[in-house]
């Protein structure tokens, strides 16, 4: 039986050491939950940290925002890309902090985090099914419980990773042999606490289980859409070992995202555009 709600957090929070983003990237994320937040308040505090600024105008300038002129600060660089955007952008480029350790299970997270948020991006754009920057944020943190389980249990983390590798059994498979807890669950105790919407805390509690996003259509294709950009990185290679080809099924995702015909390889071909650009946000 399923532990309740108040209980589980519980758990949690006894069990894990959460991990805390970047002081600006914190400040960011609670001015962006006011409604009547300024572009000159959001300007001033980025501009106070001369990295995220460098970054942030790198990342406007790239060709994955259509950048058709180029940008040479920050009022153009919000005024460009809206504020979600620059929130999403902010979140992205402050992740690999929350890593304690960066060797190569990190870096495939890492990779599989970013193209899943670049893959999702250009899925909704296309399909128009979801809020495109809901599908960055949504792609980028679906899988954040498993940065922190690496993070707090390293060992049986790795046991994991080698179950669904070697064996090719799925995550949520592998990890209930070692965890009384899933990487969803982590997950979306996680976006709470960073002050995240409750659209995307709902998104990832129930990513793994598609009738219970079914009864909400918005949260559905949203869902939809990540799991496709999933599964075009595993095929791409992108966050994966090696690329998965034709082995990787897409099912009836691009059915249920209105893809039909010959337009699932022009997406295809998109997705890929996008990976290769994905150096802009590293």
């Avoid at 559905?220 to 999933?230: F, P, Q, Y």
């Avoid at 034709?246 to 059915?255: A, I, Q, R, T």
């Amino acid at each position: 039986m399923a532990q309740p709600a108040k209980s589980l957090e519980d758990v949690l929070s006894k069990s894990l050491e959460l991990p805390v983003l970047p002081a600006t990237t914190q400040k960011v994320l609670v001015m962006m939950a006011d409604p009547d937040i300024s572009i000159e308040k959001i300007k001033r505090l980025i501009s106070a940290d001369p990295g995220l600024t460098t970054k942030l105008l790198k990342v406007a300038n790239s060709a994955f925002y259509g950048s058709y002129r180029n940008i040479q600060n920050l009022t153009q660089a919000i005024l460009r890309l809206g504020l979600n955007s620059v929130r999403n952008i902010v979140v992205a480029t402050s992740m690999k902090n929350v890593y304690k350790r960066f060797g190569l299970t990190e870096k495939l997270i890492w990779e599989q985090m970013l193209g899943s948020a670049l893959a999702a991006n250009v899925i909704a754009k296309q399909t128009r099914s979801s809020d495109p920057e809901d599908a960055f944020i949504g792609g980028l943190l679906h899988d954040v419980g498993k940065v922190v389980l690496n993070n707090e249990f390293p060992d049986k983390f790795a046991m994991v990773m080698q179950r669904v590798y070697n064996d090719s059994i799925p995550f949520d498979v592998a990890e209930r042999e070692y965890f009384d807890f899933s990487q969803r669950e982590v997950g979306a105790f996680i976006v709470k606490k960073w002050g995240f919407p409750e659209t995307l805390e709902s998104l990832i509690r129930s990513f793994d289980d598609p009738e219970a996003l079914s009864k909400e259509k918005y949260l559905s294709n949203l869902g939809n859409a990540i799991t496709l950009a999933d599964r075009m990185c595993q095929k791409f290679g992108m966050g994966w070992r090696k690329p998965g080809g034709d082995e990787v099924s897409y099912g009836n995702l691009p059915e249920s995202l209105g893809i039909t015909g010959g337009k699932l390889d022009e997406l295809a071909e998109k997705v890929k555009l996008s990976l290769a650009q994905s150096e802009d946000f590293h």
